[in-house]
């Protein structure tokens, strides 16, 4: 289905660039993104003493070998990025100015990170709002669910009152 709002020359030009969260991040499934917990990737993180209990196959025993001490090496875990997006549906996203109106904006947003996020193996999920939490697109990675939230754009009629705070606490209390 083709969407007005999906400029499909911007998200070619895009789709190579990666999305890279700047801090380690919490997350259940794997993917390219730096986790605060120890794994099993093939970056090294830090040396830790061995204590008993440990698997000692993660032993190093070339640090055994210069130490006479046992030491684990540990290694970076990589998780994947659960995404929220939070698009205003309330009335005053009506306003256009000289040019686009809010909500066209938003809709390139929201749609455009979503691609690339679920392009790059992340999950995209949306939510719209207005004085309360209207319309919830929970997050997933599978290219399909792009489509769900392309037409929960696309069919999005800002209405009503703006009034964000309580509904981005209701979000927060979700995740």
Avoid at 75 to 102: C, I, P
Avoid at 104 to 117: D, F, K, Q
Avoid at 148 to 173: C, M, N
Wanted: glycine share 8%; hydrophobic share 40%; aromatic share 10%.
């Amino acid at each position: 289905m083709k969407y007005d709002f999906l400029d499909h020359d911007l998200l070619s030009r895009l789709g190579s660039l990666p999305v890279e969260a700047r801090v380690p991040m919490m997350g259940n499934v794997a993917g390219k993104h730096r986790s605060p917990h120890r794994g099993s990737s093939v970056e090294f993180a830090e040396y830790r003493k061995y204590v008993p209990g440990d698997d000692t196959r993660r032993l190093d025993w070339k640090a055994f070998a210069r130490s006479d001490r046992f030491y684990i090496k540990e290694f970076e875990a990589d998780t994947n990025l659960r995404a929220y997006f939070v698009v205003d549906a309330s009335g005053s996203m009506n306003f256009a100015g000289k040019g686009e109106s809010k909500v066209s904006y938003a809709r390139r947003i929201a749609a455009s990170l979503s691609y690339l996020l679920v392009n790059q193996g992340d999950a995209a999920g949306l939510s719209l709002c207005t004085d309360k939490l209207h319309l919830e697109v929970p997050p997933s990675r599978r290219p399909a669910h792009l489509e769900r939230i392309f037409s929960t754009l696309a069919d999005l009629k800002p209405s009503g009152e703006t009034g964000l705070l309580g509904a981005l606490h209701t979000i927060a209390e979700k995740i």
